[in-house]
């Protein structure tokens, strides 16, 4: 299977600023812990415990583990904002995460829509 860059975009349902070397460290606690819960358990747990979605670190941890090189940003974060546009023209899969009510709340306030 050929490498992509994928691009993973959260949009949280509250404004979240994840800054390195924060967001590294948050990114390899996910995976560690996916994969502890996964030995212990038999299974990897669908919805763990913090307030926003880390549903694409998941995706993010296995594409990764594929070979392919990955981007995650956190779209309210005012940084990450700034490379979102950047990164989508070179990146060969978006995806994204949110919730319904943020769904109608950012229409038209991104650049994509």
Known sequence: MPQRNVLLVDLP????AIHSPYRELL???LK?????N???LGFALKRPGLSYSRGLLLIAAYLEQRGHHIHY???????DARKFLDLCKNADVIGFTA???V????VGRLPFC
């Open 27 to 29: 990114e390899r606690r």
């Open 103 to 106: 769904v109608f709340t950012l």
């Open 38 to 40: 996964k030995q212990r």
């Open 99 to 101: 919730m319904t009510p």
């Open 73 to 79: 940003l956190v779209y309210p974060d005012a940084a």
């Open 13 to 16: 349902s509250y404004a979240v």
């Open 32 to 36: 560690a812990q996916t994969v502890i």
